[in-house]
T-cell receptor, first 113, second 114 residues
């Protein structure tokens, strides 16, 4: 049973507009959440993270929002650029034990020029 | 700094053959991980290691073995390859200084088992 779900396998957005990628989780014990970006034929790279004590974290064009009561997080990219076209993975971690992230299945973002 | 490197990048095996995938990191990271990525399945953890000489099973360990004899290397072995092991394999490493240190991934090994 998936503990971290990315229900949209793909998302298509026009350049300059906002991209919103969503992620839901079922385990309320998760403390820390991350987004990774993956280009074809490359390994995932860390993008942005958020601790469960916050509801928002911003880094340039990327903002992650966390709604703990809804067990939902989202990644906003504003403005979207063609270079943002990639697969985005959401991951969640439990503090206190071995650092073993649980990954979602990914959302493929395509940003059209 | 090369970061995390994986050898080989591509490999084709016949059913029943064996092979070892090598992961090396030069960042003095304590944690190392092996994942597989299949279409529509995200990243699934095979085995991981929290330090030299230690290994543990992940979500999908069957058919794989690992060893961490040196801190910088994490080997993934397939003793008798099966078509179900056709996948892209990613290695990752992580420093153990703070609870928010993230993982660094290698470029992947694409394995096909015929």
């Amino acid at each position: 049973d998936q503990q971290v779900k990315q229900n949209s396998p793909s998302l298509s957005v026009q350049e300059g507009r906002i991209s919103i990628l969503n992620c839901d989780y079922t385990n309320s014990m998760f403390d820390y959440f991350l987004w990774y970006k993956k280009y074809p034929a490359e390994g995932p790279t860390f993008l942005i993270s958020i601790s469960s004590i916050k509801d928002k974290n911003e880094d340039g064009r990327f903002t992650v929002f966390l709604n703990k009561s809804a067990k939902h997080l989202s990644l906003h990219i504003v403005p979207s650029q063609p270079g943002d076209s990639a697969v985005y993975f959401c991951a969640a971690v439990l503090y206190g034990g071995s650092y073993i992230p649980t990954f979602g299945r990914g959302t493929s973002l395509i940003v059209h020029p | 700094n090369a970061g995390v490197t994986q050898t080989p990048k591509f490999r084709v095996l016949k059913t029943g053959q064996s092979m070892t995938l090598l992961c090396a990191q030069d960042m003095n990271h304590e944690y190392m991980y092996w994942y597989r990525q299949d279409p529509g399945m995200g990243l699934r953890l095979i085995h991981y290691s929290v330090g030299e000489g230690t290994t543990a099973k992940g979500e999908v360990p069957d058919g794989y073995n690992v060893s961490r004899l040196k801190k910088q290397n994490f080997l993934l072995g397939l003793e008798s390859a099966a078509p179900s092991q056709t996948s892209v394999y990613f290695c990752a490493s992580r420093l153990l200084q703070t609870s928010t240190d993230t993982q660094y991934f290698g470029p992947g090994t694409r394995l096909t088992v015929l």
